[in-house]
């Protein structure tokens, strides 16, 4: 019997790019190989050489269409074999692989939006719903919009394979979040942008939308993030490392350094407002919603564990945020010997 192939690559539109897929009939016990697309219509190519290449990294079985069927998550490739340029996760090996040795892992906290036509779920023909407040993991059909979605997609990425941890729901009324991890840095951004496509995919089937947008709503409405949690050996092991992290991520032009590759739009929710730190002033702190990177209170009572940095963006590529915080913290690490 054959089976159906999902190639799943993420595309070139700017500033925030998108995810694509196709279908790929395979023979049985056929592995999926490289494959092309026309690169002229996803941001890639010009018309007149539009062939792009696609190179299989991973693979999942598909939750949606059940059975022997897969996901196939792919890097963009030019035909002379370099990478694309919107190929990020190229960018991300060198790095993870140099410093595999201090076992960085990440858990990112991916928020997310659902629209139905023009207006967030849960929001009226017009005029808004009552101000936050009651949204925020709450129960009942006055104050929770889509769960019926968002329980599917959780199912879905359960049956795909993937290192979920948690859902709930946010603090405006549609706004979700799911987190992935901890895992290493590959795996979490792969899965990740898996997890983004089944999302995407579970809600088309309920005629509802998921947007990434960090500041759907405009005014007084949270936005959306993806807080990203990240520790190595030494951090898991000792608070002195823990510390150094904190700090490397706030040297010299390192704060600006990562923000302004945290996701586009990422000044209009680093207001300082709505549990955000601003976007031009680094801190941290202990419990610190309102700091750029919190340590949890939970880790500096058993002085070890992970930081948690508040920054990124919900639209934040994750093979970017990932090699940032990879190069800057482990990186200062290694120089201290903290490994
Ligand atoms: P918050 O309290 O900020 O809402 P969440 O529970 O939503 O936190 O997310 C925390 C994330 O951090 C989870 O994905 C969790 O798996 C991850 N995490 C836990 N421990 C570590 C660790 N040592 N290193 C990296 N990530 C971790
Ligand atoms: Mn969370
Ligand atoms: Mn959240
Ligand atoms: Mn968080």
Not at 15 to 42: H, M, N
Not at 298 to 322: C, F, H, L, S
């Amino acid at each position: 019997m054959s089976y159906k192939a999902e190639y799943i690559w993420i595309d070139g539109t700017e500033p925030t790019a998108k995810l694509r897929s196709k279908t790929k009939i395979l023979a049985d016990g056929a592995e999926p190989p490289v494959w092309g697309f026309d690169g002229s219509s996803t941001n890639q190519a010009e018309g007149h050489a539009s062939d792009r290449v696609l190179k299989p990294v991973a693979s999942y079985p598909d939750p949606i269409r059940g059975g022997d069927d897969i996901l196939v998550l792919c890097e963009v490739f030019h035909i002379d074999d370099t990478p694309h340029e919107s190929n990020t996760r190229a960018l991300l090996r060198p790095l993870a692989e140099k410093y595999a040795g201090q076992e960085p892992i990440f858990g990112i906290e991916q928020e997310y939006t659902f629209f139905k036509g023009s207006r967030p779920l849960g929001f009226p023909e017009n005029g808004y719903p009552a101000p936050q407040g009651g949204y925020y993991c709450g129960v009942g059909a006055d104050e929770i919009h889509g769960r019926e979605i968002v329980e599917k997609h959780l199912d879905n990425c359960l049956a795909a394979g993937l290192g979920i941890s948690g859902i709930n729901a946010e603090v405006m009324p549609g706004q979700w979040e799911f987190q992935v991890g901890p895992l290493s840095p590959l795996e979490v951004a792969d899965q990740l942008w898996i997890a983004r496509w089944l999302l995407y995919r579970t809600a088309e089937d309920f005629g509802v939308s998921a947007t990434l947008d960090p500041k759907p709503a405009k005014g007084d409405w949270n936005g959306a993030g993806a807080h990203t949690n990240f520790s190595t050996k030494a951090m898991r092991e000792g608070y002195d490392a823990i510390i150094a992290a904190c700090e490397a991520l706030g040297k010299g032009d390192k704060p600006l350094e990562h923000v302004k590759n945290y996701g586009v739009g990422v000044e209009a929710r680093l207001t300082g407002a709505h549990e955000t730190a601003p976007w031009n002033e680094y801190s941290y702190g202990v419990s610190n919603r309102g700091a750029s990177v919190r340590i949890p209170w939970q880790v500096e009572v058993d002085k070890k564990g992970y930081i948690e940095d508040r920054r990124p963006n919900a639209n934040v590529d994750p093979y970017v945020v990932t090699r940032l915080m990879v190069d800057t913290v482990c990186t200062e690490l290694d120089a201290l010997d903290l490994v």
